[in-house]
C-alpha cells in the first residue's frame, strides 16, 4: 500500500472510531437520562458541541472523553469501541454488561499501556 493509500486508510479509521464513540457517548447519555444540555453543563462545553461529537462533526479529546466518562458514571474504556475495521482489542458491543473476571482483565489490558 502506498504512503497516500495509508493516509486515506488511516483517516478511515479515525472516521469510524469516532462514529463509534459518538454513538456510544448518545447511548450512555440516554441511558443516564440526561439531555445534551445537562451533558454539556456537566463537562463544561456547549449543547452544539455535544450534538456535533454525537452527529460525527466533531472529534472530542482523549480528556474529553475521560470527562464525559466521569459525567456519565462509567469507566472511560466504555465510549472506546472494541474494534475499528479489523483492528480488535475484544467483542463488547455497545450496552453489554461483561463478567467482572473479564472487564478486570479488559481494565488490566488497557491500563498496561499497551
Known amino acids: 500500500m502506498n504512503s497516500q ?3 486515506l486508510s488511516n483517516q478511515k479509521l479515525e472516521r469510524i472510531l469516532f462514529e463509534q464513540i459518538g454513538t456510544r457517548i448518545k447511548h450512555f447519555r440516554k441511558q443516564k437520562g ?3 444540555e445537562e451533558l454539556a453543563s456537566l ?10 461529537i454525537e452527529n460525527f462533526k466533531q472529534n472530542p479529546s482523549l480528556f474529553l472523553i475521560y470527562q464525559i466518562a466521569q459525567a456519565l458514571e462509567i469507566p472511560s474504556y466504555r465510549l472506546l469501541p472494541e ?5 480488535s482489542i475484544g467483542d ?4 453489554t454488561e461483561i463478567e467482572p473476571e473479564s472487564e478486570k482483565l479488559l481494565k488490566d489490558f488497557l491500563n498496561s499501556g499497551f
Do not use: E, H, M, T
Not at 83 to 87: E, R, S, V, Y
Not at 92 to 95: E, I, K, L, P, Q
Open 5 to 7: 493509500n495509508q493516509i
Open 34 to 36: 440526561f439531555s445534551q
Open 43 to 52: 463537562v463544561n462545553i456547549s449543547r452544539s458541541s455535544v450534538v456535533n
Open 83 to 87: 474494534k475499528i475495521g479489523d483492528l
Open 92 to 95: 463488547v458491543s455497545v450496552g
